[in-house]
């Protein structure tokens, strides 16, 4: 025992001193290369002075980030973390200009802009050269894991044995989209985990394996007989809201009743409702726990990290839910900021990834442009940055948090990864851009669950999605307006001119002409409905739309909307760019309209479901469910849907869109361990967010995890 103790002290200083070594080198060189940055007095020292001196000030900096940069990160738990990643910078250069200051020669300087430079550079060098030397010590890396369960268990009861879950939500990742990432080698842990194929693309065959089958890595591989899976992947499907918020309330929370979109407007309130708004998060989670007496899945002994919704967790980080609070202790988790950035290393690699990310951006977007790629959108301003911070600050603060979880041993995680929504969204969910992006989510997949090894209690992971993304271009780059202008002209009200001198903005006009018996436009004049209405609130949630009509308290039916503005159902239902439209009708309390006078009551569309043939089976079902919401809009607008290629076209700018019916968007995925029971019978569809909440906290039960409360839904009751 002593000897192996003996043996793991030499490894450790060998690997000091190594780190050292190279720290001092690269000071040496950074001297010689950077005119502001000087190791030797004015009248010149000879090189062994300055050897000396790079050595001294490259240890003392090493001890200064050892020791000082929590303490600094500490105070700054306060910060932002978009802000804290900027300042890490300015930090390290402060701590670098004190390590001069205290070399024994006293003649070391460097200028401020220098200083953050040589610190940046002998962190991110310091950073591999340790995890060069480590890499292949399973010891150093299970004792440096241990250290830091360790620390997150100090004061903290010995966890059970029972084994925890970790809920790793890949945000927008549709069934179809995962399957195919795996069948072209992009996510190797996930194909594993389904029982293979195992090796990248790229690498070297299995013994036994025809050489004919992988060459190229687009192809897909076949599963390895081989290798045992682990999980199973079950598709879902999302209700008619099928985005985030509407999705992950349901989940967490168990219900995402009165969700109808992303963002809708209360005519109560008179509010705009936005979904990923912290004050509107704050109140659809109050909603939702009003609506189900239940504190939420992670309500005993739970962690919530980069979630919209805190799902009850004492634990949190990132959640927008809890941004409006004044911050507590209870409110600000430790293991969000302070356990990522504690480690100066790691603040530096993250604020230089996120450079690399900003500029990889502004690569591709341009490159794209020069192609003239289609469909495209905007990506300047500051999206390549927003996209940066997506895909590589909140990943690596996100991913640290439930490693360290993990070690402290929580009962139960739920995190959201967001990184390839915000990809697909403007690149599109199909292509190389995206691909990249799946495949690091891949790499923090496989990062987690080496940590499970090493954790104090076993653990189950199930990665899931909360919707996906359905590729399209926008209903603006068709048709040359957007769908808030195509109201207004089936309103009769002005619209801008280029929209007006397009082929849908005439017929709209013509429409409202016809309806209003007005077949010429006489001096320019334009019709002005009588008296003085506010005008429509046209929203958009991915391809879905949302019309309300302020001045109207109630929600408004077709008769009153026809006899208010003739032309405009009509024009919106035969626009070639929209599916249908759902209204409430006096007579028949809720329909369905489509193109060619279709018009179809809720009750009647399983016998014929008309204009909601082509989205496939469940939508009836999620229309009527919505219908039925307090706050459902005047008027519902779903965008026009090809089944062929899975085409919508999205109200917003946005190449990959999400938020209503048609197409990938609608079938998430659930992948979950062959230890938990099967989420649904073989004969059954795992239908809506809130069905998912109760497959998930029957795994937490299954586990002897937190005892969540399930209320009966309310078709089961019926029955």
């Known amino acids: 025992m002593r000897g192996v103790r003996w043996r793991r002290a030499v490894s450790q200083v060998g690997r000091s001193v190594a780190v050292w070594g190279v720290s001092t080198l690269t000071m040496l060189v950074l001297a010689g290369i950077l005119p502001d940055f000087r190791l030797q007095s004015a009248d010149g020292d000879s090189a062994t002075t300055i050897a000396v001196t790079a050595a001294v000030g490259a240890g003392v900096f090493g001890v200064l980030s050892a020791l000082v940069w929590p303490l600094l990160v500490r105070l700054l738990l306060l910060v932002p973390a978009l802000v804290l990643g900027l300042l890490v910078f300015f930090l390290n250069g402060s701590l670098l200009l004190l390590a001069l200051r205290l070399t024994p020669s006293g003649q070391s300087e460097a200028a401020p802009e220098t200083a953050v430079i040589v610190a940046a550079v002998m962190s991110a060098v310091a950073s591999a050269t340790g995890g060069a030397l480590a890499v292949r010590d399973d010891d150093a890396y299970r004792r440096r894991l241990y250290r830091l369960a360790d620390r997150r268990r100090r004061g903290v009861p010995a ?41 990248e693309p790229g690498g070297p065959p299995r013994p036994g394996d025809d050489p004919r089958q992988g060459d190229d890595p687009r192809q897909g591989r076949k599963p390895d007989p081989r290798i045992r899976p682990t999980h199973r992947l079950t598709s879902w499907r999302t209700d008619w809201s099928s985005q985030t918020g509407a999705s992950q309330l349901g989940i967490l929370h168990g219900s995402n009743h009165d969700v109808p979109a992303f963002r809708w407007y209360e005519k109560d309130s008179q509010e705009v409702m936005v979904c990923n708004r912290p004050t509107s998060a704050a109140e659809l989670q109050r909603r939702a726990v009003e609506h189900t007496a239940d504190g939420g899945l992670l309500s005993a002994d739970g962690a919530s990290r980069g979630n919209l919704f805190s799902g009850g967790a004492d634990e949190q980080a990132l959640v927008l839910s809890i941004a409006t609070r004044r911050r507590s202790r209870e409110t600000r988790s430790r293991s969000g900021y302070f356990a990522y950035f504690s480690d100066p290393a790691n603040a530096v690699r993250t604020a230089l990834s996120f450079v690399a990310e900003v500029v990889r951006e502004i690569a591709q977007s341009t490159r794209a442009r020069l192609r003239e790629d289609r469909p495209r959108v905007a990506r300047g301003g500051l999206y390549p940055f927003v996209r940066a911070f997506a895909t590589v600050v909140e990943r690596d603060v996100v991913v640290a948090a439930v490693m360290g979880d993990m070690l402290a041993g929580r009962t139960a995680v739920y995190a959201d990864l967001v990184a390839y929504d915000e990809v697909a969204h403007h690149s599109g969910p199909l292509g190389r851009d995206t691909e990249q992006v799946l495949g690091r989510l891949d790499r923090a997949l496989a990062l987690i669950g080496t940590v499970a090894e090493h954790a104090p209690r076993p653990y189950r992971i199930v990665v899931l999605s909360d919707h996906g993304q359905s590729p399209g271009e926008t209903f603006r780059a068709r048709y040359g307006l957007t769908l808030g202008d195509l109201v207004r002209a089936g309103c009769g009200l002005p619209v801008p001119r280029k929209a007006e001198r397009t082929h849908s903005g005439a017929e709209a006009r013509a429409a409202v002409r016809a309806a209003l018996r007005r077949p010429v436009e006489e001096g320019g004049e334009r019709h002005r409905p009588a008296g003085r209405r506010s005008e429509p609130i046209v929203l958009a949630s991915g391809n879905l739309g949302l019309i309300s009509f302020p001045d109207v308290p109630h929600r408004m039916s077709k008769e009153e909307i026809d006899a208010r503005h003739p032309a405009l159902l009509t024009t919106l239902a035969n626009h070639p760019g929209i599916g249908f439209l759902l209204v409430r009708s006096e007579e028949h309390g809720g329909v369905v309209l489509g193109a060619y006078g279709a018009e179809i009551p809720l009750d009647r569309l399983d016998r014929n479901p008309g204009p909601l043939a082509v989205f496939g089976p469940g939508a009836a079902d999620v229309v009527r469910r919505t219908h039925s919401f307090p706050h459902t809009a005047d008027i519902m607008v779903n965008s026009f849907h090809d089944p062929a290629d899975g085409e919508v076209l999205a109200f917003e700018e ?63 009751r019926a029955a």
Do not use: Y
Not at 159 to 168: R, S
Not at 678 to 685: H, L, Q, S, T
């Open 159 to 199: 966890c059970p044995a029972t084994p925890g879950t970790v809920f790793l939500q890949l945000d927008g990742v549709g069934h179809d989209v995962l399957v195919g990432a795996v069948d072209k080698g992009l996510m190797p842990t996930v194909a594993t985990w389904l029982g293979g194929p195992s090796p």
């Open 654 to 716: 946005q190449i990959g869109s999400h938020g209503g019916l048609g197409g990938a968007q609608g079938r998430p995925f659930l992948l979950s361990p062959l230890a938990l029971s099967a989420p649904v019978e073989d004969d059954e569809e795992l239908a809506g967010a809130e069905h998912v909440h109760r497959v998930l906290a029957r795994w937490l039960r299954e586990s002897n995890g937190p005892q969540v409360p399930v209320q009966t839904a309310p078709e089961e």
